[in-house]
Nanobody, 122 residues
Framework: VQLQAYGGGLVQAGGSLRLSCAAS????????MAWYRRPTGKERELVAS???????KYSDSVKGRYTISRDNGKKMVYLQMGSLQPEDTAVYYC?????????????????WGQGTLVTVSS
């Protein structure tokens, strides 16, 4: 598993949760990292992204409630979620763009975590 996401769970409306995602040692020179989510029965959507330099973007639905951050040294990306609402219920996926060494050469690739379920009860 090249991206490992964790931290999901069940939380009451109005509560907070922090997701974490770790990139494996085989991935380096990581550029953009992001969090996506897929509510049940809906398409996957971009929640937040962050560049290597720390520039962040958020979807309108989470702006002001979520904060994305990263630790380049640890190859980690985080998503602090606050004021959670039932409509935030979804499987959350982390995403990264990086470089790997494979079959004798370096190549750029994109990576997805396995998803972590966040359930917000009303």
């Amino acid at each position: 598993v090249q991206l490992q996401a964790y931290g999901g769970g069940l939380v009451q409306a109005g509560g907070s949760l922090r997701l974490s995602c770790a990139a494996s040692r085989s991935i380096f020179d990581i550029d953009d990292m992001a969090w996506y989510r897929r509510p049940t029965g809906k398409e996957r959507e971009l929640v937040a992204s962050i560049t290597k330099g720390g520039i962040t973007k958020y979807s309108d639905s989470v702006k002001g409630r979520y904060t994305i951050s990263r630790d380049n040294g640890k190859k980690m990306v985080y998503l602090q979620m606050g004021s959670l609402q039932p409509e935030d219920t979804a499987v959350y996926y982390c995403y990264a763009e990086g470089t790997e060494y494979s079959s004798g050469s370096f190549r750029r690739a994109t990576y997805w975590g396995q998803g972590t379920l966040v359930t917000v009860s009303s």
